[in-house]
């Protein structure tokens, strides 16, 4: 028999080091916290594909100060496990660059190899144009690497956040995190394209150390960011329950930008014609409209509870990714404010990031208005959506399901209704310069004043609402060719396909996606 050879030995022992049945009392007290292990969300985020790891004999750069068995023991891959994986999914596959923090070794925090690894992975990211994807959970800086104070004083000259940065709008990038994550992990998650977090997770920009560190006083860990705030504030894009739930998001999210078809069934259309009620003033669920136009079980809505008067969405018409914004008139009636602006420009700058024609479902009054809205800074935050609009080159679609009013209308068309691609309307449309009351108000106060009597003068106010109804009725609008066309509910889906066939799905220009 031929000797074994002591070099394959030893490659086999390493491995057997960095996995996790390896550190069972580790793996216990990351099972005890609900959560997966790092390695386990990679090979479930994988699945039955290929995971080829960059940098796994690694350890902490604490040789001067601790034992070396100990380190190869209890700090295997020096806490970060990078490489590149090939993932199955429909209508093809992914290839992408996987990032992952391991919350068992010293809290997932960031160390001096461990940065190096991030900037060698990202490096490949660039180099091969490859999404990532960063399981983000960690504490952040680590002041216990005392080897690299030979070499650095601060660490303050490292590349790694220049390098993620580096990537916006150049390949989709998305965080997954999965408990807590502070400072310099936060940083890394809030530069990518998207977040994803569970529910008990808490993110922050400096951890409880820190924060009584600065003087601050004392705070639990679960209570410097939890999702309570994050997701309404907006810096988290989805919230799941579990830690499978978020490698699924997050598998879905990238294979959505990817460009591979689907194979989604088209639900019935017909629901649409009877979803907006006749009665102008009645609220309707506009997700039924996105769910009935996407392909049964592809719809992903981003930060659903940020400006939840703004809906935004990326789903699969036909097998084909787009984008659908939409205003939900069961908040706010449907007003676009501060953070409504800012949502939709964002969402805005991703289609185009991407290459992903983008659907404008438009039911608004307009903006908000008055003082309080004014304290918000909404002068600056909704006309963000004008200059998102005007540099969109990929097809954009708007279809006016109700009320189409003002500046407001014209933000969702992109900047106005000759901005689009197509613009088009529902027979329950109806469109003006402002809302029909205020219109009214403002354009026959002297008429109304002069009616003593409130009965009569209601009465009058009524009559003058209904003739300004008729004049932006759809029909009519299209009759001075205002709109493109005037089209059936049930038509809307085949139209968009029509609009979208052609589109190559590719980027005249490298855009920037805001982080906000």
């Not at 739930?245 to 930008?257: G, H, I, K, S, T």
């Not at 205020?438 to 009569?456: C, N, S, T, W």
Request: glycine fraction near 12%; charged fraction near 25%.
């Amino acid at each position: 028999m031929p000797e074994e050879n002591p070099l394959a030995a030893e490659l086999d022992e390493h491995r057997a080091r960095i996995a996790d049945g390896a550190r069972p009392g580790a793996m216990a007290k990351r099972a005890a916290t609900g959560h997966r292990s790092v390695r386990e969300n990679i090979r479930d985020f994988v699945g039955a594909g290929t995971f080829h790891e960059y940098g796994s004999a690694t350890i902490a750069a604490q040789r001067s100060r601790r034992d070396l068995d100990d380190l190869k023991a209890s700090t295997p891959a020096d806490g970060m496990v990078t490489g590149v994986a090939r993932v199955p999914v429909d209508g093809g596959e992914l290839t992408c660059v996987v990032l992952g923090y391991d919350y068992t070794v010293l809290a997932g925090t960031q160390g001096y190899f461990n940065h190096k690894k991030t900037d060698r992975a990202l490096e490949v990211a660039r180099e091969r144009r490859l999404p990532v994807v960063l399981f983000a959970e960690g504490g952040g800086g680590r002041p216990g690497d005392v080897d690299a104070m030979l070499v650095s004083a601060t660490g303050l000259d490292l590349g790694t956040f220049a390098a993620l940065g580096a990537l916006n709008g150049l390949v989709p990038t998305v965080a997954v995190v999965t408990g807590r994550c502070f400072a310099g992990n936060a940083a890394m998650a809030g530069t990518c394209d998207l977040i994803i977090a569970t529910a008990d997770s808490s993110i922050g920009m400096a951890g409880p150390a820190m924060i009584e560190g600065g003087g601050l006083g004392r705070v639990a860990a679960d209570e410097v960011g939890p999702m309570s705030v994050q997701a309404p504030n907006g810096v988290v894009d989805l919230v799941v329950d579990d830690d499978a739930q978020a490698v699924e998001a997050a598998r879905d999210y990238l294979w959505l930008l990817s460009g591979l078809p689907g194979t989604g069934e088209a639900p019935d259309q017909h629901v649409l014609t009877t979803l907006v009620p006749q009665r102008r003033k009645l609220v309707y669920d506009i997700r039924t409209a996105i769910e009935t136009l996407a392909d049964d079980g592809f719809v992903l809505e981003l930060r659903p509870e940020f400006a939840p008067n703004a809906v935004t969405a990326l789903v699969q018409i036909g097998g084909r990714t787009c984008g659908v914004m939409a205003n939900d008139c069961g908040v706010l009636g449907g007003a676009i404010d501060a953070a409504a602006g800012d949502k939709f420009a964002r969402f805005m700058q991703l289609c185009e990031g991407y290459g992903i024609p983008l659907v404008s479902l438009c039911d608004t009054p307009g903006f908000m208005v008055g003082p309080d809205a004014e304290r918000e800074g909404t002068v600056r935050h909704v006309s963000r959506m004008f200059v998102a609009g005007a540099r969109l080159t990929v097809p954009t679609i708007v279809v006016i399901t109700r009320k189409g009013y003002g500046l407001g209308a014209m933000a969702m068309a992109c900047g106005g209704f000759r901005r689009t691609s197509a613009t088009l309307a529902w027979p329950t449309a109806e469109i003006g310069a402002m809302g029909l009351e205020g219109a009214v108000r403002l354009g026959f106060a002297k008429e109304l004043g002069a009616i003593e009597d409130p009965a009569a003068r209601e009465e009058r106010f009524e009559e003058l609402v209904a003739q300004q109804y008729e004049q932006g009725k759809a029909l009519n609008a299209a009759r001075l060719d205002e709109i493109d066309e005037i089209i059936h509910p049930a038509e809307t889906r085949e139209r968009i396909l029509q609009l979208i066939g052609g589109f190559p799905g590719e980027r005249s220009t490298r855009p920037y996606i805001d982080t906000w």
